[in-house]
């Protein structure tokens, strides 16, 4: 059973950055593509940006341009670096497998709050 520990979310200004880490336990991290993902409240979770196991990516567009997932398959490690981050980024972010793979339970997440 794959564990996913999210971190490094926070409050922060608009216009600032975080970075958020995702470390998963398990060997067979490396071979599926992975994605991080967001739930505000009272919405419904929603993806951010993917990575395949080869480093592709593609973001959602509310965050292209702002947002740059990476991973370190030796670390076992997803990255979702944040930029000139909005106060309607402000939501608990999650990383798990990329949409279309069946997904392993879901961590606690990180909380990342954007506000002057």
């Known amino acids: 059973q794959v564990q996913l520990v999210e971190s490094g979310g926070g409050l922060v200004q608009p216009g600032g950055s975080l970075r958020l880490s995702c470390a998963a336990s398990g060997s067979i991290f490396s071979i599926f593509p992975m994605g991080w993902y967001r739930q505000a409240p009272g919405k419904q979770r929603e993806w951010v940006a993917v990575i395949t196991s080869g480093g592709r990516t593609n973001y959602a567009d509310s965050v292209k341009g702002r947002f740059t997932i990476s991973r370190d398959n030796a670390k076992n490690t997803v990255y979702l670096q944040m930029n000139s981050l909005r106060p309607e980024d402000t939501a608990v972010y999650y990383c798990?497998?990329?949409?279309?793979?069946?997904?392993?339970?879901w961590g606690q997440g990180t909380q990342v709050t954007v506000s002057s």
């Open positions: 798990n497998k990329s949409p279309g793979y069946s997904p392993h339970t």
